[in-house]
């Protein structure tokens, strides 16, 4: 079977989809007997975006505009297109692969997914002048009808497009869980050290600003000062936004060296690109407090794993930094399970997802 | 991966009438994959008006909590065991036809968590003309014409029609499922659903597999009910109103607003044109104004107290 993974326009070269670009996973795929070919198409012709290439030899990779889409798909004669990017860049590539009555698949990520219209906005005609709910959004959306099978990193941003009238037609969803680069280092939970005041930690090498002030303002909220312990890493963070005493900026290497010196790690942002270091924490055998929203729920199971707030709410995040601490003794979460969740993550379980759900539709 | 077979759990909120929760019960057992687990849920100290419902053969175990908690209890004594949990007042009849399309959905659609079907048609049996034994034998019974319950699914308000509400039951921890009085379990539905729409795709439509039962005639004074509803209404707006400025949900599956305005209009309209129930509507709606009146004055103290405290 030959599928195309098509990787349109600039959202398509952030981190968040390498690993669907990487080595491991195509190599996978090609175990798993389907044959790749690579096509990355720019939609904003005057600047080419920098991917990186996936070095293995062999394999067949296109880098061209939208409108060669038809002529490249009916020149390699294809089973199936998977195509990936934010969803507002896409109607085009859907437009074209539709030319050629390929079958389409979508894998929706965080990363450039739709958000959910606010409440109270302006409705009807008064909304349409906004660019992000206005007629591109209408086409985009009118688009998606040719997408044939949607694949997700999770359930909250798969929803969220369905919710707002996306890939009407889609005869069925998956849930892949998103890539991580590489396992998490095995950490041995004897080695777990118990501290009565916990020692809670943010690791985040991207953080915004926005980030940072959710954290820092969850923290005044909780008006504790002898509860817990508050580190962030890397160092360079301290430097972003001006830091309270409480809050100390510590350097690290990768999410593991951190992880050895904090009992709780505290996720405030809530896209695919968390999973890495929460992966970590529950390989460590440590509790996270996650945002309820993305793949973070799925992998701590709903709570189970884990404590969870409403996402983008400090307020939120302050009582269950708030519950955590206090239950610090006694905290309700199993690490029942935390293997198989990682398991699912690696290129090569997801490779397996993937081929399955395109030769369903093949 | 979702399963291919998913293993259904049945609660029926059982409160007041035994036929009711026997009729919902005993339709499960038409379905073509019957449900593994029938779980009925009681108010605490009326297990006994409940202790026959099981129809014979079918397996019922029963869960007595206190009126707020007999979901979330009924839930938890599922947990484990099944995949899907539904959910429903008496008195709701599913028929096969709605299991087969929603097990298709759930093993289809792997984002899709949780929803609510609102059951607009209704089967009016007349208790007084000797028709309503313990067995209320639903489905002999002839239905309404689609386009009566198509217009009453329009215009009535969500509060007081049938409604099922369906989960991934793993979805559901820390999720706060209450329950409220007699009416108003569609809104109680949607509140969770609310909650849930954060981790996966919920949906509200209306189904026409299914029926509402109501026993006739209603002698009951609506003044209880319609205060206790639209109180409960009133809290709900104002419990939003203090989450928005905390940075809570900040989209709902139900307008707090059109409720309370269908729920008015309704009333109104069966206690003007209505024929043996219009005793109950306009003492509902008396009661719905009484609590309407009495939230006004409440906020008002509020605002005339916290002016005073500046």
Redesign the interface.
Known sequence: MKAALVFAGPTAATATFRPYRSRAFIGALADAGIDVVLIDLDLETEQRFATVPAERPGLVSYRNHVDRLPLILAQERLALVQTFGATAELGPVWRHAARTRTPLVHFVSSEGGIVDRPAGGARLLTGLGRGDRGFMQWRTRHASRHVAGVLGSNRADMGRHFRNGFFPRSRFSIVAPPASARPPAAVSPAVVERRKIPVFGFYDPEATPETLELLLRAVALTGQSDLFTLRIAPRALAGVVSLPSAVSAVEAADADAFLREVDVLVVPRADDRAVVPVLAALSARKSVIVPDTGALTEIVDYGRRGLLYTAGSAYHLAIAINVMAQAWGNRPFSFEGVEEAIGRTTPEALARVFAATWRRLA | ?SQIDPVFGLIVIGRGDPRLARATIAASRTWRHPPARVVLAVPKGREHVFANVAPPGQTVSTVAAAEPEMLAAAVASLAGEVDLVLATPEGVVLDPAWLAGLRDHVI??????AGVDLVPAVVKIDTEAGGASFDLAVADRPREPRLLSRLRGAIRARSLMGAVLWARI?????IKLATTGEGGDAVSFMLALDQL??????TVRPTQHGCHVRLLPERRTGFDAGYGLYRRLEQLADARRSA?A???????HIDLDLERLRLMAEQMLRSVLGKAGRHNAATFLKGALAARRDALAVRRTVVRDLRELR
């Open positions: 991966m289809l659609y792997e984002d899709s968590i793993e979805t559901l921890r820390q729409r954060e981790r996966g795709r919920t928005a905390v940075g809570g949900p900040s989209t709902s």
